[in-house]
């Protein structure tokens, strides 16, 4: 799959990388007399090739190990409903309906989703002084850590408290194809410090997904939430093509409210006593940013 070149940045070992339009990179060395590429080195020979077209091997990857899950997927469907149904195959018994309603009522998003987690990391988003990257079930145990704390779920909505075993695995399991989540990392350490993420739905025909966003409590008051939602706003609408973006927050939240709104969201409403968190009434306040309002 052939995707142009956007940018280079040089990764930890100095070696430059090409960004792609599609959010994956490739290494672009120049190491004679192996790999003869000089004008890598160069301001003016990167900037001459962006915009060139590169087979993205990724993409391909990606694309392959998709079609694989799939494929395997509706293949188990339909053997298991030939087991069910005591029959030998389609051409025996003629009985195509038995595994069209198999294939039918294969749930495929959870299938993709899983072929498409990156277990290497290969879309994260990389901000001044954070690195997103999709997050993976062996982040359950530091999910609860960091959620388990009641000042943080205090002040979101989707975290429970007490933060139970297997909650965090059962939240992870039940992430989809729509669900663009990520670990914020810090980029030395890789250490983990917290979670944020779209989640994609349709409204009216439109593309659009809503935001949310938390940090362990040590991790408060530095800039890091706006980073975070800053480069998330920009993955919706460069990379994932949404039309427009949505986000609450309770109405005692300020640090929230500012976050978004230094993410350029637009307030758009108010409710009182909207939902019922950790024994105790609270208000919202209702937030979107559009995509055409960013280019304005
Ligand atoms: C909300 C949260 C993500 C904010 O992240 P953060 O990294 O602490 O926020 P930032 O440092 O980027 O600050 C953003 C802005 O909010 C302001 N702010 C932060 N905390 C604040 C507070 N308690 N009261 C008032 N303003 C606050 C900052 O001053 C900054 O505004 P400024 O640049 O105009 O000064 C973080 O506090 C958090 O994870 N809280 C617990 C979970 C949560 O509330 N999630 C959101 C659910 S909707």
Same mark, same amino acid.
């Not at 001044?128 to 002040?155: F, H, K, M, S, Y």
């Not at 250490?191 to 593309?207: F, K, N, T, Y």
């Given at each position: 799959?052939?995707?142009?070149?956007?940018?280079?940045?040089?990764?930890?070992?100095?070696?430059?990388?090409?960004?792609?339009?599609?959010?994956?990179?490739?290494?672009?060395?120049?190491?004679?007399?192996?790999?003869?590429?000089?004008?890598? /080195?160069t301001?003016?020979?990167?900037? $001459?090739?962006?915009?060139?077209? %590169?087979?993205?091997?990724?993409?391909? !990857?990606?694309?392959?190990?998709?079609?694989?899950?799939? +494929? !395997?997927?509706?293949?188990?469907?339909?053997?298991?409903?030939?087991?069910?149904?005591?029959? $030998?195959?389609?051409?025996?018994?003629?009985?195509?309906? /038995?595994?069209?309603?198999? #294939? &039918?009522?294969?749930?495929? %998003? @959870?299938?993709?989703? =899983?072929?498409l987690?990156?277990?290497?990391?290969?879309?994260?988003?990389?901000?001044? =002084? %954070?690195?997103?990257?999709?997050?993976? @079930? !062996?982040?359950?145990?530091?999910?609860?850590?960091?959620?388990?704390? +009641?000042?943080?779920?205090?002040?979101a909505?989707?975290?429970?408290?007490?933060?139970?075993?297997?909650?965090?695995?059962?939240?992870?399991?039940?992430?989809?194809?729509?669900?663009?989540?990520?670990? %914020?990392c810090?980029?030395?350490?890789?250490?983990?410090?917290?979670?944020? &993420?779209?989640?994609?739905?349709?409204?009216?025909?439109?593309?659009?997904?809503?935001? $949310?966003?938390?940090l362990?409590?040590?991790?408060?008051?530095?800039?890091?939430?706006?980073?975070?939602?800053?480069?998330?706003? =920009?993955?919706?609408?460069?990379?994932?093509? /949404?039309?427009?973006?949505?986000?609450?927050?309770?109405?005692?939240?300020?640090?929230?409210?500012r976050?978004?709104?230094?993410?350029?969201?637009?307030?758009?409403?108010?409710?009182?006593?909207?939902?019922?968190?950790?024994?105790?009434?609270?208000? #919202?306040?209702?937030?979107?940013?559009?995509?055409?309002?960013? $280019?304005?």
């Open positions: 799959m052939r995707h142009k070149i956007t940018g280079f940045h040089l990764d930890r070992e100095n070696h430059w990388v090409a960004d792609l339009e599609c959010g994956h990179r490739q290494h672009m060395r120049h190491d004679p007399p192996w790999t003869v590429r000089p004008w890598v /080195l301001e003016e020979g990167r900037r $001459s090739r962006v915009g060139v077209e %590169l087979d993205c091997k990724r993409c391909d !990857e990606t694309g392959r190990a998709v079609a694989e899950a799939v +494929r !395997e997927a509706l293949k188990n469907a339909a053997d298991t409903a030939y087991e069910e149904g005591g029959l $030998s195959g389609l051409c025996a018994e003629g009985r195509w309906e /038995l595994a069209l309603d198999a #294939l &039918g009522a294969t749930d495929l %998003l @959870p299938v993709i989703r =899983r072929a987690t990156p277990e290497r990391g290969d879309v994260a988003i990389e901000t001044p =002084r %954070l690195i997103l990257r999709p997050i993976l @079930p !062996e982040d359950a145990g530091t999910v609860q850590r960091l959620a388990g704390d +009641r000042e943080v779920a205090a002040n909505a989707g975290i429970p408290h007490p933060f139970e075993d297997g909650m965090a695995e059962a939240w992870l399991a039940s992430l989809d194809a729509r669900s663009h989540v990520f670990t %914020l810090l980029p030395e350490s890789g250490e983990v410090i917290g979670v944020a &993420g779209l989640v994609e739905d349709a409204q009216g025909g439109s593309r659009t997904a809503e935001l $949310s966003y938390w362990g409590r040590a991790y408060w008051g530095q800039g890091l939430g706006t980073e975070a939602a800053q480069a998330l706003v =920009r993955y919706g609408f460069e990379r994932l093509g /949404l039309e427009s973006l949505r986000a609450n927050c309770f109405s005692r939240n300020p640090g929230s409210r976050v978004l709104e230094k993410a350029g969201f637009r307030h758009v409403g108010h409710e009182a006593r909207a939902l019922r968190h950790l024994g105790q009434d609270e208000d #919202l306040e209702f937030f979107v940013l559009e995509r055409s309002a960013r $280019s304005r």
